[in-house]
């Protein structure tokens, strides 16, 4: 299935609808008039979710521990694929996806996991990802649909963008500012109590600079309002999120040897292993999907250039 791209004067996406409908690449346009990736490009050949600039979470984010959940009173079995025992970053991140509509600007695509011989989930349901590139600004929407007949289904949306830490400048000492509200203790990723506000959280919102902080937590709190300020290349992203996306997820490098060149902002609309925690009153995020029922979550980012 061939690459897709949309593209601006200032803004080029490609996607790849057979792995995911994920993002290969997001690029700007640099000063020279050459194309800069903002989000960590493949590398090719491609041969994990892991590698795609971007990837769509569904109809779960990030862990749900040792791979099961109970819902409804029923205990539920999910694919453990990742080296610690748990399910991460749902179900359709990998899957071949239609392409339902495209313009030079827009694309949607579709996944039905009835139509999947493997679904990995016990319920049915279709996800839908629309991505419009408008100038500067991408906007990409989430829509999950419970497709069965009869039971309620726990539900989560997400994207796991890699976001670059330089760009055309190698002066650049990315900085972030992020309105999240608490921190939830989590040493594997997986939430031990409610989330607390805390140090880290205050640094976020006043804006820190990420190198040599190591972080891989789940906070409660959208990102919407975030800025990354890209100082030496002269670029400031601000992002939005509809209320739907009620976490954030962010990665800069815990647990590597050292940071990546990368770090991950992620918008979700649960906590990590959310299906465990529901009816804790943790926060979890965790939306009951009704038979027929539809969830929506809407992402958009936006790049100012600072005249130089």
Same mark, same amino acid.
């Not at 939430?191 to 607390?196: G, I, R």
């Not at 990420?210 to 902080?213: A, I």
């Given at each position: 299935m061939p690459l897709i791209l949309l593209e601006s004067d200032s803004v080029r996406l490609t996607l790849n609808p057979a792995l995911g409908a994920g993002v290969a690449r997001l690029d700007l346009s640099g000063p020279d008039g050459d194309w800069t990736p903002l989000w960590r490009p493949v590398t090719e050949p491609i041969t994990s979710f892991n590698d795609l600039a971007c990837y769509t979470l569904a109809p779960w984010s990030n862990r749900i521990e040792n791979a099961r959940f109970e819902w409804q009173g029923e205990c539920h079995e999910l694919l453990a694929d990742w080296p610690d025992g748990t399910a991460i970053h749902g179900c359709v991140k990998? +899957? $071949?996806w239609r392409i339902l509509d495209r313009s030079p600007i827009s694309a949607r695509f579709g996944y039905d996991a009835a139509l999947d011989p493997s679904p990995g989930f016990p319920f049915p349901f279709k996800v839908t990802a629309r991505y419009e590139i408008e100038? $500067? +600004?991408l906007a990409i929407d989430l829509d999950l649909t419970n497709t069965d007949s009869a039971r309620t289904m726990p539900a989560g949306l997400g994207l796991h963008p890699y976001f670059q830490r330089r760009l055309w400048n190698d002066e650049d000492d990315v900085r972030l500012t992020l309105p999240v509200r608490s921190r939830y203790a989590a040493p594997r990723m997986l *939430?031990? =109590? $409610? *989330?607390?506000d805390d140090a880290i959280c205050t640094a976020l919102r006043l804006g820190t600079r990420? =190198?040599?902080?190591l972080l891989d937590d789940c906070f409660l709190g959208s990102l919407d309002g975030a800025r990354i300020d890209y100082p030496a290349s002269g670029i400031t992203v601000r992002l939005g999120a509809s209320p739907a996306f009620t976490h954030t997820v962010l990665y800069t490098g815990r647990g590597m040897p050292e940071q990546p060149p990368f770090f991950c902002l992620e918008p979700v609309t649960m906590a990590n292993n959310g299906f465990n925690l529901a009816g804790r009153g943790w926060h979890d995020g965790v939306i009951p999907l009704a038979p027929g029922e539809r969830m929506h979550a809407r992402f958009t980012l936006d790049v100012e250039r600072r005249m130089r």
């Open positions: 990998d +899957r $071949p100038g $500067p +600004r *939430p031990l =109590s $409610p *989330p607390d990420l =190198s040599g902080v």
